[in-house]
């Protein structure tokens, strides 16, 4: 089988491996991965691969080399576990391999639930392979979108109810860094259609005319200008990870910001700058999306969690798919070169790429 690997300690170190591929034992699952989407996301997994412990996923049993968590489609190729057929084609998280064995428990309707052991004591939103038969999220025609957005789409999902369950959405604008980039695009799709909500999207001087044509933000802000933003109650949304913007929107707002949530790294490299007890203002709180999915599977179950997300899910499909270019390429080293690319910031914020796996 052939892996995709990520030096840990040096993200631009990569390469693609070879190893013997494995067979299914009692109780487990053999996956082929067919193809998934790469964005920015990935990068975040990787940056915050040994803090959140999103290497420990799929482990490479090489020292110092880590698999890259993607999202994207598989193939059950071989089953030793009733309920779960070969041929069943699955939505979840994979690994840049072209193999996954699991160990599926709670199998309903095809779906499953990896009860691999090194993967217990890692977050529970990440285990679940969903049934394209069953999944109320799933059209054909819009595979595509479902491994760009999806998770990125459930990320923006909790974050717009946060801000609203917790009032900050009536208390002042909310000021979203990295403004052209998906998660923080979703988060404003779904703010946009509240009432009374208003909008700052801070982006880099090129990508303003892009964020300002989405028609989703009120007002667009390049970093340069975030001194010509109105002094008073604010909340703050740090999708970029940048330290310098950091420093600089907490400078600005000082004591009037109400709330900073550390959401991303979409501007890796700074992600170090601007610690949190350097900074005038609330210190920010990073935002980790599976301790939201755990408190509103609490207070509603999660079937009715994976309805509402479903249900704001279709309307932004169709939104998107207006403008958003997707770009399909093939192999190990599509996902090498595009890695690069993503991890460097050269994808147009209008584009997002696919990728599948040769058989």
């Known amino acids: 089988m052939s892996d995709f690997l990520v030096k840990r300690d040096d993200l631009r170190e990569c390469r693609i491996a070879e190893s013997e591929a494995p067979a299914a034992g009692p109780g487990q699952a053999l996956l082929r991965v067919d193809r998934f989407g790469l964005t920015a996301n990935n990068v975040t997994y990787a940056v915050m691969g040994e803090a959140m412990s999103y290497w420990n996923f799929f482990p490479t049993g090489e020292e110092g080399w880590g698999r890259v968590p993607m999202w994207g489609f598989a193939e059950v190729e071989q089953s030793e576990v009733d309920g779960v057929e070969a041929g069943t084609r699955l939505y979840g998280y ?84 990295s403004a052209s980039s998906k998660t923080a695009i979703a988060a404003a799709f779904l703010l946009s259609r509240r009432n009374g909500v208003e909008l700052v999207g801070l982006t880099s001087p090129r990508n303003a005319e892009l964020v300002e044509g989405l028609g989703i933000y009120g007002r667009t802000v390049t970093y340069e200008e975030i001194d010509s933003l109105d002094r008073g109650p604010a909340t703050y949304v740090d999708v970029a990870g940048d330290g310098a913007v950091r420093q600089a929107v907490h400078s600005h707002f000082g004591d009037e910001l109400i709330h900073s949530m550390a959401v991303g790294a979409s501007h890796w490299e700074e992600l170090g700058a601007g610690a949190g007890s350097e900074l005038p203002g609330p210190a920010p709180t990073f935002f980790f999306a599976p301790d939201r999915v755990n408190k509103r599977s609490e207070d509603w179950g999660p079937a009715i969690l994976e309805q509402r997300v479903a249900e704001t899910w279709h309307p932004f499909c169709e939104w998107i798919a207006g403008w958003l270019a997707v770009i399909h390429r093939s192999g190990f080293e599509a996902v090498r070169d595009t890695y690069l690319e993503v991890l460097e910031g050269r994808v147009d914020p209008k584009a997002a790429h696919v990728i599948s796996l040769d058989a």
């Open 94 to 177: 994979l690994p840049p391999s072209s193999l996954l064995l699991v160990t599926p428990a709670s199998v309903d309707r095809g779906s499953f639930v990896d009860r691999s052991a090194h993967r217990e004591a890692l977050p529970s939103a990440y285990h679940r392979y969903l049934a394209t038969g069953s999944d109320p999220f799933y059209r054909a025609d819009s595979e595509d979108i479902q491994m760009l957005l999806r998770p990125l789409f459930f990320t923006s999902f909790l974050i717009d109810d946060q801000l609203s369950d917790e009032g900050l959405a009536e208390r002042g604008p909310i000021v979203i860094s």
